[in-house]
């Protein structure tokens, strides 16, 4: 691989603004073309990034004929994930591809044969893998403090948070609510603390409870009309049996009556050696971490004072992403892993929908 800057574009500049500053920032990349039928949000991001007027796009294939991208991001809503992958990658970029994958294993499955076909990667933007208290999680199990783990409980559930843009409510283009959109976070964040064990069973069950009563969206004042169609989950529960032997239950509300303003990520792993507890309260970075143990058969709870340097998130996905490509290395997120989380979502939305556990004997990476 040369030394000169990867040229990077970005089709979608809502969540695309936080890849924006991966790319703009100095790991090897430069943005040269961004793409959305937005001008503000197009105008807005070009100046701040310096983008050029005539690489400025409505057109997301116009820009891929004429951009010569070498790595292109997907941050489009999530049904149309798979045809500009597709196309990104068949002009011949790499793709970061935002969560989730797809809205169908079938999608997502096409998008991983046009990454084979082409001998490009796909990448899934999993970014809150790359807190600094979840690394910090996933350097404990490494060194076995937990020992084996046994059960895991991931959680992301919010008091009033079902999002305002209209298309995340709607099934067509959004494939599902609070479970394909936060479920998916935790679901991989777990998935990947644990080492992708493959999953043996799912059941799911899925509620809708305030969404089609216009109830606590963000930005919508009591009693406004509901003037998109909302025909999604604003909560799910389920319960997975991993390949390892152990299994997790998962948890995503975009809404529900508790405190107030609340917005909670906890996940919960419990092992042989000891239990890790992460909650993280309206995106707080500060005590977000328990880990419960035994010294000299006494209880001790170890409290990580977590250094949160450098970059995080977003950025710091795409630093490691432009970092593997330079060293030849294997990338930190791949298709495989974004296709494992699909197979578990559709899987629980067919077991809510049937009410039985579904079988999926998906493989381990
Ligand atoms: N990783 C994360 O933490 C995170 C956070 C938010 C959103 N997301 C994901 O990112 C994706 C986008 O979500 P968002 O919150 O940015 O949504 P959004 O609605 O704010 O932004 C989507 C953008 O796509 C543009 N767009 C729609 N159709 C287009 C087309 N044909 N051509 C060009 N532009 C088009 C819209 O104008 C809009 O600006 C979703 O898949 C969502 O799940 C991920």
Redo the contacts with the bound molecule.
Sequence with gaps: MTDKPLRAGI??????AAHAKGYGGDYGAELVAL????DT?LRLLASEYGVKPEHCY???RQMLAEAKLDIVSV????A??AEATIAALEAGAHVLC???MATSVAQAQQMMAAAERSQRQLMI?Y??RYRADVMWIRRMIKDGQLGQIYHAHAAWRRETGI?G?G?FGNKQMSGGGALI?LGV?VLDMTMWLLGFPGVKTVSGDTHMVFGQRGLKTWGRRPGQPVETAFDVDDGAVGFIRLGDGSNMVLEATWAEHRQPQDDLIRVELQGTEGTVVLNIANYRRDDTLRMYKEMEGEPVTVIPAIRWEGPHG?EALIMDILSAMRAGLPMPTDGAQGLMAVHVLEAMYRSSHDGREIELNVGAE
């Design positions: 089709i979608g500049l809502g969540i695309g793409c959305d039928l937005d949000r409505h057109d997301y941050c489009l809503p999530n149309m994930h935002e969560k989730p933007a970014n809150h999002p843009s298309w959109d976070h977003h």
